[in-house]
């Protein structure tokens, strides 16, 4: 199974994104969620119920916000990105693009 996991640091304004393979027990997704300590969990409309149950049980006893979102795809991430820094236009696309790549895969 293919986990892909992100995170916000909002003070440290940072994003860290990463992706494994996990196995049937979720172990290493266990691992990171008490690794990172999150505070909110963003998952995506389309997750297993065994991660769901994960979870849900990692947050039942700490007061985590979850929320269900929808899975962006390249061009949407795109799209979005170039609205929020559309105040400061970047002059290349394509180096903006694989930026966005490199963090989105």
């Known amino acids: 199974m293919l986990t892909l996991l992100s ?3 909002r003070y440290l304004q940072e994003i860290l994104y990463t992706s494994f393979e996990d196995s049937l027990l979720r172990n290493k997704l ?3 969620l008490f690794h990172i300590n999150p505070v909110e969990i963003l998952i995506p409309s389309i997750l297993s119920k065994e991660s769901e149950n994960l979870v849900k049980s990692f947050s039942s006893d700490r007061s985590i916000r979850i929320e269900r979102t929808d899975i962006f795809d390249f061009t949407e991430a795109f799209n979005h990105v170039s609205k929020y820094i559309s105040k400061d236009p970047c002059s290349d696309t394509e180096e903006m693009e694989q930026i966005l790549y490199h963090y989105l895969h």
């Open 7 to 9: 995170w916000v640091f």
């Open 30 to 32: 266990e691992t990171y």
